[in-house]
């Protein structure tokens, strides 16, 4: 995986007063990846030590007055053809500056202020469709022994639970709000564990209950809060589908976005909602851009085959007719599946991170698919699924 990161979070003194600013995540990263060091500023030939520049009205200024717009220009047309050229997927940039910030950049002031916007290269790289984050997502997203990454298996996926070196195991009777009358489908297992994975803090829970089965949304979601209790940050969601013909094939996916055509949102029945400002959460970005890129780049480089797509959560339990098939297609679906929606709106409201692998088990809309041939697919699938969970974690 080729990754695109300033040279001052790489500990370079390159920065305007000469120094760096090191981040140990970023390192970290920096360690597992192909680095293209990056540098708009000295890409420009802008000396070092030099007045701070900040963004004010779509131009870079010196704090002394003077507008290196064209030298911010040059310089970070260079580095983006420089990320071009090394086939970059993601680019790790310094937050708040006026060439690397992403989403919010100093105002213009000189005074910290903070504005709406992105910096000169990172607007270039956005365009060119790559992955742009700044180290404050890379440090969010590191898991420790505080912060485990939580997993949420789905049918025939379970037995990754069995990769965990455990400290602890947790009945799902014992979370609150899991409804105590719930008893596993075929291919679950409702005990979690705490442990580690390749010494990797994770908490595992190899098995779900579904809206189909009777349970509220709130009952589905119970999970989810239980992981956030726990400190998780990051949370994978793992779930057997079927691939809409047209739109993907079977085998493993990486989830892009989601439509809810269940009906239910959790957030509606979630109690503690009451005592928010606000009810409403913004679903952009709802599966990480981060953890996605990361997801595709680790199975690129282990030859895993996958795809990836928008996910489509039903309330089950019938399989699709071939006309509600077509209106999926239609709507750009890629996979379709019986769980998980919910789940993702209660952890984007918990503003969790989240990771959305599936591994489509059977055309949607195909005659004869059944429980056992979804988790038998499941289980020839395993070994990449856990291959491809296995690099995510090292590369976090």
């Not at 390159?14 to 500023?41: F, N, Q």
């Not at 053809?81 to 992403?102: N, T």
């Not at 489908?185 to 580690?196: D, K, P, R």
């Amino acid at each position: 995986m080729r990754v695109a990161i300033s040279r001052c979070l790489l500990g370079q003194p390159v920065r305007y007063d000469g120094g760096s600013k090191p981040v140990p995540e970023v390192m970290s990263l920096a360690g597992k990846v192909d680095v293209c060091p990056v540098c708009p500023e000295g890409a420009a030939g802008l000396p070092v030590p030099r007045p701070p520049a900040e963004q004010r009205e779509g131009r870079v200024f010196l704090s002394d007055g003077r507008d290196v717009t064209a030298e911010f220009a040059h310089g970070s047309d260079a580095c983006r053809d420089l990320a071009l050229r090394s086939r970059v997927s993601l680019a790790v940039l310094k937050a708040k500056s006026p060439s690397c910030g992403v989403n919010l950049i100093y105002d213009g002031t000189y005074s910290g202020t903070l504005t709406a916007g992105d910096g000169t290269l990172a607007a270039r790289l956005k365009k060119e469709g790559i992955c742009v984050v700044t180290e404050d997502v890379v440090k969010a997203c590191k898991p420790s022994v505080e912060n485990p990454v939580a997993i949420v298996l789905g049918t025939g996926l379970g037995h990754l639970g069995s990769l965990v070196k455990p400290v602890r195991r947790i009945d799902y009777h014992d979370i609150e709000g899991f409804p105590a009358a719930a008893n596993p489908v075929s291919g679950h297992v409702f005990e979690a564990t705490v442990g580690t994975i390749d010494d990797v803090p994770v908490v595992v829970y190899p098995g779900r209950i579904h809206l189909y089965q009777g349970f509220s949304a709130a009952e589905v979601t119970a999970l989810v809060r239980h992981a956030h209790r726990l400190g998780c940050r990051d949370i994978i969601f793992a779930c057997a589908t079927g691939a809409v013909p047209g739109c993907a094939h079977t085998g493993l996916g990486i989830l892009t976005d989601q439509i809810n055509l269940t009906g239910r949102n959790p957030l509606a029945e979630w109690e503690e909602l009451r005592d928010v400002e606000t009810p409403f959460v913004d679903m952009n970005d709802a599966y990480s851009p981060y953890l996605r890129t990361v997801a595709r780049g680790v199975a690129d480089d282990l030859g895993i085959a996958v795809e990836e797509g928008v996910y489509a959560g039903v309330l089950g339990p019938c399989f699709e007719t071939p006309a509600e098939v077509a209106a999926l297609r239609t709507l750009g679906v890629s996979y379709v599946g019986m769980s998980t929606v919910c789940e993702v709106i209660m952890a984007k409201a918990l503003d969790m991170n989240v990771l959305g692998l599936t591994l489509a088990a059977n055309e949607s809309g195909a005659a004869d698919v059944t429980h056992e041939s979804v988790r038998a697919a499941a289980e020839a699938h395993s070994e990449d699924f856990e291959r491809l969970v296995r690099g995510v974690l090292r590369m976090l």
